[in-house]
DNA sequence: AACGTCACG
DNA sequence: ACGTACGTGACGTTA
């Protein structure tokens, strides 16, 4: 049995194109609807297995449908260059993939399909049309099916002639009809103006045709007569222009289009040369041209020597000549990760130290002494997880002056592989083996014995050493010298101290919690189930959705790509149609306490301390801010009082101590009014007043006393919405009111706090210009999207312009303030230790002795981080636990 | 592995 | 007309 496959080149690729983020292989070849179309093809090729496939794409500029009509398709934006410059690599790579394309003077490439669909009409093969364009519809029939891209490109969903009939009541001829009235902003089809899709649908379901319904005029009523009587023509020419024409005379046989498959050898020089690395995988093509290991060790220019086979002099010699070190430690979770051995080079000669090297025989002390002394410099990749690997084997690491890791994460935040080997191939330098091609992964991890080892760990060292040069002279150019030397390399420091110190939590605490979670959970199951008359997996939004808006016939209110929204916003609206609602809801609560909080933190409890040591992780986050991970310490409930007893479980590791919080009030508005400079904001601040009492009485025109705690909190969300980068539409699903009334809103925030608005729009007009913004200390993230044509992502790029040095700047100054605060610790000699951070606050544990001092001293350090227009405040609190220091 | 959901600032 | 508030991580389900 023959099967087709035609794929509409040109509305895939635009598709693709703009469902992508940028991406760009090192030459700077824009590859991303290429690699969006690619992933498509290979999802259809498995999918679908055709027999016989074809891309077609439009030819040349003027088609027949501009004769009668010279403004088809006018108006449309010219195909950017970021685009058109993929058009031929897609075609060359499709003729790499073996699969058949065509393009005819004269035609657009939904004619070459819908006469290729005729063919498969007549000759009863089954067909698959892929298109994003809804025009098509109209070819389904028997054999064929229309696949329509919805979100991004590899998503398709197939319409045939009943699920045509189903969704819009039509059969498929009448697609056109529909055109023809409602008419197609995008191609600039006229329609009759004012009729959108509801209206057309509704005439086509009385009158059945355009023609229909203008030879039944009379019958319709006022505007609506009216509008269809001037626009007779507009619609018979819409409808004209909306129909594929099916007559191609193809110069291509049905035989040219079968499919024989690929060959790897092309295929992957293609994907290669695209730098598809992931697609490479997925096919289980070889990754580098002839990459094997002794292709990659030809390219070396040093000597490996194992450390126990060095005369002891000379491995002290090497080492005190170090120019770089790689340590090695397999797991995402640094306080758990097995430490596999290090690699230093120095001229051009690396030994290599294996973890018994380290642990114990001759090496052993030369290598830890080396590793421990402040005095030799060490620079590397990853030290921060290095320093916690090599802690736990007890062996100190001091003396770090570089990171490649954390140099690479301020040049790019926003770069998703930051692996040596991806740094090594984004420099353009000598390629060097993936952790994956040598250790292999998940079940299949192994790491290998010997000189493979020693060969790879060689690599990463020398690997270093190449970079560091490179990535110091790029720091120098973006003005982040500073912040890498003085404020993210010594932070890496404080955080692996904190780390290892960990925080002592109380499992009596949260067992106690998670029986009586326990009892709850299983009451409002019993009772959802009851509601229900089933019973059934709560935690299955399928399932729930199925329960909710099927069985029980609750209105949807929200759709997800996979279907039925529940989220918790969809539950709070349904409230009064069920008694259901409010328990799932309470479900929800107590079962994420209960696993994340009490279960999973149970979990992380080292056996021997009682206490967690969370993962900051300093090169994640694209403004700046610190991540937690094992287990995420930046999360725990606050807001809800059930939630809120979490916090006290975390208590103090030593008998009469406190825990102490410091947290900022309201940096990140502090933040703004500074880079804003606007005089208004800067004198609430000044005054220390109520931010969002102050922005009420602006905004609303009142004064304090008659400010209601509506209006506060109204001012509130207009004050997080400027956060975050405001839009009209944010904010009003934030506040549950019209778009209207919040660009009013806002307009009047502007109105009063220009010098903010002044900033929001120069902040665009420099992300536009400059492609990047920065933080008060010059931390940078780029925003290629500023300048997309596509709206959304356009404006998601303007909103994180604006976030971006506000979030960021915060993220510096509580930076500052640890590393700060670190140094106050030591040189005060206070056993007082910094234990935590959550972007705006810090948490100590603190003697009894030290109480009174750390009260003002915290705070002190935290407001003097830096000097901006505006003071800075920190507000302090302590008790026995987490949850009291509030 | 991706998705939906929900915890935090 | 388009459809999102900014930044994260963990869990359970489903494919």
Not at 60 to 83: I, M, Q, V
Not at 412 to 418: A, I, L
Not at 572 to 593: A, D, F
């Given at each position: 049995m023959d099967k087709w496959v035609l794929i509409d080149g040109n509305s895939i690729i635009y598709r693709a194109f703009f469902a992508m983020p940028p991406l760009t292989n090192s030459a700077g070849l824009h590859t991303n609807a290429v690699y969006g179309f690619t992933t498509m093809l290979l999802k259809l090729l498995e999918e679908e297995k055709p027999t016989h496939m074809l891309v077609a794409f439009d030819a040349g500029k003027t088609t027949f449908r501009h004769e009668g009509y010279e403004d088809y398709k006018g108006g449309r934006e010219k195909t950017p260059p970021e685009l058109s410059e993929q058009f031929p690599v897609l075609k060359e790579l499709l003729r790499s993939f073996g699969i058949s394309q065509y393009e005819l003077p004269g035609y657009e490439a939904d004619d070459i399909i819908g006469t290729l669909s005729r063919l498969a009409d007549e000759q009863g093969v089954e067909t698959v049309v892929v298109s994003?364009?809804?025009?098509?519809?109209?070819?389904?029939s028997d054999h064929v099916t229309i696949a329509l891209t919805r979100k991004g490109v590899s998503e398709v969903e197939r319409y045939d002639p009943a699920e045509i009939d189903a969704k819009?009541?039509?059969?498929?001829?009448?697609i056109i009809d529909l055109k023809g009235l409602m008419g197609d902003t995008s191609d600039n089809i006229p329609g009759i103006p004012g009729v959108g899709e509801k209206t057309a649908l509704k005439l086509l379901h009385e009158f059945g045709s355009v023609e229909g319904v203008l030879e039944n005029a009379a019958e319709l009523k006022g505007k609506m007569k009216e509008k269809v009587e001037t626009h007779r023509d507009s619609a018979v020419m819409s409808k004209k222009l909306a129909t594929i024409y099916r007559e191609v005379p193809l110069e291509k046989r049905t035989d040219e289009l079968a499919y024989g498959g690929y060959d790897a050898q092309t295929l992957a020089d293609n994907f290669r040369k695209l730098e598809f690395k992931s697609l490479l995988e997925r096919l289980a093509l070889p990754e580098a041209a002839g990459a094997d290991a002794a292709a990659v060790a030809a390219a070396a220019t040093y000597d490996v020597v194992s450390a126990g086979e060095l005369p002891a002099a000379e491995l002290t010699a090497l080492l005190a000549a170090s120019e770089s070190v790689y340590i090695e430690a397999i797991g995402d979770n640094p306080h758990q990760a097995r430490l596999i051995g290090l690699a230093v080079a120095a001229g051009d000669r690396i030994a290599v130290a294996t973890y018994d090297d380290l642990m114990d025989g001759r090496t052993a002390a030369p290598l830890r002494d080396w590793l421990a002394d402040e005095q030799a410099p060490k620079r590397g990749y990853d030290l921060h997880k290095a320093e916690l690997a090599l802690g736990w084997a007890g062996i100190p690491l001091c003396g770090i002056r570089f990171d490649a890791l954390l140099a690479a994460y301020l040049l790019?935040?926003?770069?998703s592989s930051q692996t040596l080997a991806a740094l090594i191939q984004r420099f353009g330098l000598a390629a060097i083996q993936t952790d994956e091609a040598v250790y292999g992964k998940g079940a299949r991890l192994q790491v290998p014995a010997g000189e493979a080892l020693a060969n790879h760990l060689a690599a990463k060292a020398d690997a270093v050493r190449r970079l560091v040069p490179l990535l110091s002279a790029e720091l120098g150019k973006g003005n982040m010298t500073k912040l890498n030397d003085e404020l993210e390399l010594p932070l890496a420091v404080v955080l692996a101290g904190m780390e290892k110190q960990g925080i002592q939590v109380n499992p009596g605490v949260l067992e106690e919690l998670g029986a009586e979670l326990e009892r709850g959970i299983a009451q409002y199951m019993s009772d959802i189930y009851s509601q229900a008359g089933m019973e059934f997996n709560i935690h299955s939004p399928k399932q729930l959705g199925e329960v909710l808006f099927e069985k029980l016939g609750l209105p949807v209110i929200k759709k997800t790509k996979t279907g039925y929204s529940t989220d918790a916003e969809v539950l709070e609206k349904l409230e009064p149609y069920s008694e259901i609602v409010k328990l799932i809801l309470h479900y929800r609560q107590l079962t994420k306490l209960q696993s994340t909080y009490v279960e999973g933190l149970l979990k992380e409890i080292?056996?021997?301390?009682?206490k967690v040591h969370t993962y900051y992780r300093q090169t994640i986050a694209a403004t700046g801010r610190l991540s937690s991970q094992f287990p995420n310490l930046q999360n725990i409930p606050i807001r809800l009082e059930e939630g809120r007893r979490?916090?006290?479980?975390?208590?103090?590791?030593?008998?009469?101590w406190s825990i102490l919080a410091a947290d900022y009030s309201q940096i990140e508005l502090r933040v703004l009014a500074h880079i804003s400079g606007d005089a208004r904001m800067k004198q609430a601040f000044i005054e220390d007043t109520d931010i969002h009492t102050k922005t009420a009485m602006d905004v609303f025109g009142v004064t304090a006393e008659n400010v209601d705690a509506n209006m506060r909190r109204q001012a509130k969300a207009v004050n997080f919405g400027i956060v975050y980068g405001i839009s009209d539409f944010g904010l009003s699903n934030n506040l549950g009111i019209s778009r209207k009334d919040a660009a009013r809103f806002i307009e009047q925030y502007f109105a009063v706090f220009e010098g903010v608005r002044a900033y929001m729009d120069n902040i665009v007009a420099q992300a536009r210009k400059d492609g990047y913004v920065t933080t008060l200390l010059e931390r940078r993230r780029y925003l290629p999207e500023i300048k997309a044509s596509n709206f959304n992502l356009r404006s998601f790029a303007e909103r994180t312009a604006m976030n971006t040095p506000i979030q960021g700047t915060a993220a510096d100054i509580i930076k500052l303030a640890m590393v700060k605060m670190d140094a106050e610790l030591r040189t005060r000699k206070l056993r007082s230790r910094m234990l935590l951070q959550v972007h705006d606050e810090l948490v100590f544990e603190v003697p009894a002795d030290e109480l009174e001092l750390m009260k003002t001293l915290v705070p002190d350090v935290m407001e003097r981080a830096i000097e901006l227009d505006v003071p800075l405040r920190a507000d302090v609190s302590y008790g026995d636990n987490w949850y009291e220091a509030k």
């Amino acid at each position: 049995m023959d099967k087709w496959v035609l794929i509409d080149g040109n509305s895939i690729i635009y598709r693709a194109f703009f469902a992508m983020p940028p991406l760009t292989n090192s030459a700077g070849l824009h590859t991303n609807a290429v690699y969006g179309f690619t992933t498509m093809l290979l999802k259809l090729l498995e999918e679908e297995k055709p027999t016989h496939m074809l891309v077609a794409f439009d030819a040349g500029k003027t088609t027949f449908r501009h004769e009668g009509y010279e403004d088809y398709k006018g108006g449309r934006e010219k195909t950017p260059p970021e685009l058109s410059e993929q058009f031929p690599v897609l075609k060359e790579l499709l003729r790499s993939f073996g699969i058949s394309q065509y393009e005819l003077p004269g035609y657009e490439a939904d004619d070459i399909i819908g006469t290729l669909s005729r063919l498969a009409d007549e000759q009863g093969v089954e067909t698959v049309v892929v298109s994003g364009d809804k025009d098509m519809l109209q070819l389904a029939s028997d054999h064929v099916t229309i696949a329509l891209t919805r979100k991004g490109v590899s998503e398709v969903e197939r319409y045939d002639p009943a699920e045509i009939d189903a969704k819009y009541g039509l059969k498929p001829l009448q697609i056109i009809d529909l055109k023809g009235l409602m008419g197609d902003t995008s191609d600039n089809i006229p329609g009759i103006p004012g009729v959108g899709e509801k209206t057309a649908l509704k005439l086509l379901h009385e009158f059945g045709s355009v023609e229909g319904v203008l030879e039944n005029a009379a019958e319709l009523k006022g505007k609506m007569k009216e509008k269809v009587e001037t626009h007779r023509d507009s619609a018979v020419m819409s409808k004209k222009l909306a129909t594929i024409y099916r007559e191609v005379p193809l110069e291509k046989r049905t035989d040219e289009l079968a499919y024989g498959g690929y060959d790897a050898q092309t295929l992957a020089d293609n994907f290669r040369k695209l730098e598809f690395k992931s697609l490479l995988e997925r096919l289980a093509l070889p990754e580098a041209a002839g990459a094997d290991a002794a292709a990659v060790a030809a390219a070396a220019t040093y000597d490996v020597v194992s450390a126990g086979e060095l005369p002891a002099a000379e491995l002290t010699a090497l080492l005190a000549a170090s120019e770089s070190v790689y340590i090695e430690a397999i797991g995402d979770n640094p306080h758990q990760a097995r430490l596999i051995g290090l690699a230093v080079a120095a001229g051009d000669r690396i030994a290599v130290a294996t973890y018994d090297d380290l642990m114990d025989g001759r090496t052993a002390a030369p290598l830890r002494d080396w590793l421990a002394d402040e005095q030799a410099p060490k620079r590397g990749y990853d030290l921060h997880k290095a320093e916690l690997a090599l802690g736990w084997a007890g062996i100190p690491l001091c003396g770090i002056r570089f990171d490649a890791l954390l140099a690479a994460y301020l040049l790019d935040p926003t770069e998703s592989s930051q692996t040596l080997a991806a740094l090594i191939q984004r420099f353009g330098l000598a390629a060097i083996q993936t952790d994956e091609a040598v250790y292999g992964k998940g079940a299949r991890l192994q790491v290998p014995a010997g000189e493979a080892l020693a060969n790879h760990l060689a690599a990463k060292a020398d690997a270093v050493r190449r970079l560091v040069p490179l990535l110091s002279a790029e720091l120098g150019k973006g003005n982040m010298t500073k912040l890498n030397d003085e404020l993210e390399l010594p932070l890496a420091v404080v955080l692996a101290g904190m780390e290892k110190q960990g925080i002592q939590v109380n499992p009596g605490v949260l067992e106690e919690l998670g029986a009586e979670l326990e009892r709850g959970i299983a009451q409002y199951m019993s009772d959802i189930y009851s509601q229900a008359g089933m019973e059934f997996n709560i935690h299955s939004p399928k399932q729930l959705g199925e329960v909710l808006f099927e069985k029980l016939g609750l209105p949807v209110i929200k759709k997800t790509k996979t279907g039925y929204s529940t989220d918790a916003e969809v539950l709070e609206k349904l409230e009064p149609y069920s008694e259901i609602v409010k328990l799932i809801l309470h479900y929800r609560q107590l079962t994420k306490l209960q696993s994340t909080y009490v279960e999973g933190l149970l979990k992380e409890i080292r056996r021997d301390t009682g206490k967690v040591h969370t993962y900051y992780r300093q090169t994640i986050a694209a403004t700046g801010r610190l991540s937690s991970q094992f287990p995420n310490l930046q999360n725990i409930p606050i807001r809800l009082e059930e939630g809120r007893r979490i916090r006290k479980a975390f208590v103090p590791s030593e008998a009469g101590w406190s825990i102490l919080a410091a947290d900022y009030s309201q940096i990140e508005l502090r933040v703004l009014a500074h880079i804003s400079g606007d005089a208004r904001m800067k004198q609430a601040f000044i005054e220390d007043t109520d931010i969002h009492t102050k922005t009420a009485m602006d905004v609303f025109g009142v004064t304090a006393e008659n400010v209601d705690a509506n209006m506060r909190r109204q001012a509130k969300a207009v004050n997080f919405g400027i956060v975050y980068g405001i839009s009209d539409f944010g904010l009003s699903n934030n506040l549950g009111i019209s778009r209207k009334d919040a660009a009013r809103f806002i307009e009047q925030y502007f109105a009063v706090f220009e010098g903010v608005r002044a900033y929001m729009d120069n902040i665009v007009a420099q992300a536009r210009k400059d492609g990047y913004v920065t933080t008060l200390l010059e931390r940078r993230r780029y925003l290629p999207e500023i300048k997309a044509s596509n709206f959304n992502l356009r404006s998601f790029a303007e909103r994180t312009a604006m976030n971006t040095p506000i979030q960021g700047t915060a993220a510096d100054i509580i930076k500052l303030a640890m590393v700060k605060m670190d140094a106050e610790l030591r040189t005060r000699k206070l056993r007082s230790r910094m234990l935590l951070q959550v972007h705006d606050e810090l948490v100590f544990e603190v003697p009894a002795d030290e109480l009174e001092l750390m009260k003002t001293l915290v705070p002190d350090v935290m407001e003097r981080a830096i000097e901006l227009d505006v003071p800075l405040r920190a507000d302090v609190s302590y008790g026995d636990n987490w949850y009291e220091a509030k």
